[in-house]
């Protein structure tokens, strides 16, 4: 049985810092691409950062660049997003998804699709 499970959001101040981790199970992660996605209140699902493999430059929103960093640790079977100089118009509910089975997931600033599998969500909140 796929699953995904997020963790690390919470509460934290503008210009402050925190970690996500998404820890898969029921699949070899390093066969698949995967993604951070997160919702806001009022918006659509926007893809944050994409990974298909750690060779490949991964794909990060306009409005993260420079502030996040997509990560995986195959062995592991975990995701990670490092968040780093957080505004209040980061906050939502962070998801993150894998292209299992199919692989193929594709990230553009037009949009995401073949994320098939998703974790729950954890929220993040940016006070200013």
């Known amino acids: 049985q796929v699953q995904l499970v997020e963790s690390g959001g919470g509460l934290v101040q503008s210009g402050g810092s925190l970690r996500l981790s998404c820890v898969t199970s029921g699949f070899t992660l390093g066969h698949y691409a995967i993604a951070w996605l997160r919702q806001a209140p009022g918006k659509q699902r926007e893809a944050v950062s994409c990974?298909?493999?750690?060779?490949?430059?991964?794909y990060y929103a306009d409005s993260v660049k420079g502030r996040f960093t997509i990560s995986r640790d195959d062995t592991k079977n975990t995701v990670y997003l490092q968040m780093n100089s957080l505004k209040p118009e980061d906050t939502g509910v962070y998801y993150c998804a894998t292209d299992h089975p199919l692989r193929r997931g594709v990230c553009t600033s037009g949009g995401y699709r073949g994320y098939d599998s998703w974790g729950q969500g954890t929220q993040v909140t940016v006070s200013s």
């Open positions: 990974m298909v493999r750690s060779a490949y430059s991964p």
